[in-house]
């Protein structure tokens, strides 16, 4: 029979709130195309995860705990995903299109001899796939030609899935021997910062060329990123002008974000920008020339001068948090 | 060492796309065409490890039609000392490209292969991952570092992943991807341009490396995106932050 299988990510004993969001397009698949959800959790020691997800409206859990799964790698954990695919006879695979979904699950569709769709926002009633191509400028419609269909969603693709009725039964899968890996995990150096991760804040402020130099980032931008518990993101041209470093930059060559609120300050609007940020829920763009491009896509405009706009925009918000 | 690049012709990152009326594919004309940005840093980071080692080997592959020479020859402009062009007039999908690239990785025997992340036109990021899987290597993607040991045996790889940084290590022969602070590419050079020109570009008919392009991923349809709604344009940051507030209820 038909199986939806939805990979679970967690990190530092926490289940992904991304991770949540592959459920729902699991048991959005499952509607469309059939078959029960079963959620699949890797790792060692993960029993707490696996009944935590239990409770989310799945039918199953599957639960990988061996020592090889301890640290991610790439090639272990898409030949475990293909181990128990198979096993299942699982005819969908989904994970969440975060940087580790991104890494495994191709290797893991290559061997399930699988089609995979990227970055998937829909499923849609015909059958068909929706995902953004050309750094969402364009939509494609796709089908997957193979027995097995295996899809990154965009974690803002669906809303993250709700606790629902009675928690699922979990069943404890073994890790047959040939599982080994070619790969060592060296580190993890987590980013210290108190700010949240460009990809999963519901606020990013961006600044651009407008802001004339990276001292101005720190004094006039950083002070609202931070009233509004926001990250902070940058232009490509704030980027090569060298006012801030290349991991903050939005747009078609930098990270795709698509926020609750986007705020773009100084940022004129150049298309590769855009790319990067037209999906948030609500933009507001803050720029002293009228006829920026920025304005095609914003919700709120205000036409101002940055340097006096932004801290009073900082003061505002500060009172109304006050009250 | 030899290190096989892989690169892919797409429309200029900075190119207004629009789709075709009849949804079959985008809108070519005047459209420039550049290496993909990410293919860039691949090979940039490629002529680094060159120059670093002194004796490695700089291969180029891309995968299209007879046009794609344009790139492939400012490939070699930026110093890569050979290139192979797969010519082919249909769009392949990624599970095709890398059977592709693996039968070039067969015929060549790389240590190393070094590609792009992603091409900013499919936007698929599965391209590296699936050779990897097919050669049974090892992979790192989203590399933002690339350290070789001592005796070029080993790699180790800084890799951008969310909230953090990773660092894997493997023994060659492996797979790389590169994201964008790896390196900052260079331009090729009047000198590099001229000796391009004399480069070997070796083209190979799709069907004589016999992969069947047949696609795992069928495209039916392109369609823009729908269109945000028309914004307004408010007078003072007091209305700003009010509208953020009551309105859109997200301060």
Known sequence: ?323 | MKILVPIKRVPDPQTNISVKADGTGIVTDNVKFVINPFCEIALEEALRIKEQQGGAEVVLVSIGQKVTQEQLRTGLAMGADRAILVLSDDELDAATTAALLAKLVDQEKPELVLAGKQAIDDDANQTGQILAAMLDWPQATFASKVEFSGDKKDVTVTREVDGGLETVAFTLPGVITTDLRLNEPRYASLPGIMKARKKELKEIPLAELGVDPKPRVKTHKLSPPPKRAAGRKVETVQELVNLLHTEAKLI
């Open chain 1, 1 to 323: 029979m038909a199986k939806v299988l939805v990979y679970i990510e967690h990190a530092h004993g926490k289940l992904l709130k991304s991770s949540l969001v592959a459920v729902s397009a699991g048991l959005a698949a499952s509607k469309k195309n059939g078959g029960d959800v079963a959620a699949l959790v890797l790792g060692a020691g993960v029993d707490a995860i696996a009944s935590e997800v239990a409770g989310y409206g799945v039918k199953q859990v599957l639960s990988v705990d061996d020592a090889r799964l301890k640290d991610y790698v790439a090639d272990v954990y898409a030949k475990a995903v293909a181990v128990v695919a198979k096993a299942q006879g699982a005819t969908t695979v989904v994970a969440a299109a975060t940087a580790q979904g991104k890494d495994f699950l191709p290797r893991a569709a290559q061997l399930l001899d699988a089609g995979m769709a990227s970055d998937v926002t829909a499923f849609n009633e015909d059958g068909t796939i929706t995902r953004p191509t050309y750094a969402g400028n364009v939509l494609a419609t796709v089908t997957v030609e193979a027995p097995v269909s295996v899809v990154s969603v965009r974690t803002t693709a669906y809303e993250p899935a709700q606790k629902a009725g009675a928690a699922a039964g979990v069943e404890k899968v073994a890790l047959p021997p040939e599982v080994t890996s070619k790969m060592r995990f060296v580190s993890f150096a987590e980013t210290k910062s108190d700010r949240p991760a460009l990809g999963d804040a519901s606020i990013v402020v961006s600044g651009g060329r407008g802001l004339k130099s990276g001292e101005n980032f720190t004094t006039y931008l950083e002070p609202l990123v931070d009233v509004l518990g926001a990250a902070m993101g940058a232009s490509r041209a704030a980027v090569d002008a060298g006012f801030v470093p290349n991991d903050l930059q939005v747009g078609q060559t930098g990270k795709v974000v698509a926020p609750q609120l986007y705020i773009a300050v100084g940022i004129s609007g150049a298309i590769q920008h855009l790319a990067g940020m037209k999906d948030s829920k609500v933009i507001v763009a803050v720029n002293k020339d009228p006829d920026a491009p920025i304005y095609s896509v914003a919700d709120y405009g205000l036409v101002a001068d940055l340097f006096k706009a932004v801290p009073e925009m900082t003061d505002e918000v500060q009172k109304l948090k006050a009250s």
